[in-house]
């Protein structure tokens, strides 16, 4: 892979380009990574009409309950003003929907259990636990197997 450089005050914006024979793995991540540059780091997150301002790295999922959204980290769950369907435009490629009514930070993912009517999913540290439906089971193995290859590499 080559990679080049040009630095230039007459261009008016920051402009990054991959030019490649063809679309693989590799080429796939390394443009999430640089789409996810552009995501927002925080969210803002409300409990006991205090605002929090949370990282999106210690969310370990978002899950809705009657019309209400919560971001849900190890300990605590805060209000979020998002829908799920806007969270999923705004997080980037570490968040995933494991069901209708849940997105899952990959990063997050502590162990996961598969039995004959459900997958269930842990987090390190936490008591929180989430289940994945059968509709999205199969995309989170194919998306955390993508993630353990690019690892090994």
Not at 6 to 20: F, G, K, L
């Amino acid at each position: 892979m080559k990679v080049k450089l040009d630095i230039n005050p007459d261009h008016q914006e920051t402009e990054v380009t991959i030019s490649a024979p063809e679309m693989n793995d590799q080429i796939q991540e390394l443009y999430r990574l640089l789409q996810n540059q552009e995501k927002i780091p925080q969210i803002e997150g409300f409990k006991d009409k205090v605002s929090y301002y949370l990282n999106l790295v210690d969310i370990l999922f978002f899950e809705t309950d009657s019309k209400v959204v919560m971001a849900h980290t190890t300990r605590d769950a805060y209000q979020v003003k998002y829908k799920l369907y806007e969270l999923e435009d705004i997080l980037g490629a570490n968040y995933m929907r494991v069901s209708k009514s849940t997105i899952l930070n990959l990063n997050q993912i502590y162990a996961i259990t598969r039995s004959i009517s459900n997958c269930q999913v842990k987090f390190q540290d936490s008591y929180k636990v989430v289940y994945v439906s059968r509709h999205y089971y199969r995309d989170l193995r194919n998306r955390l197997d993508e993630r353990r290859k690019y690892y090994e590499k």
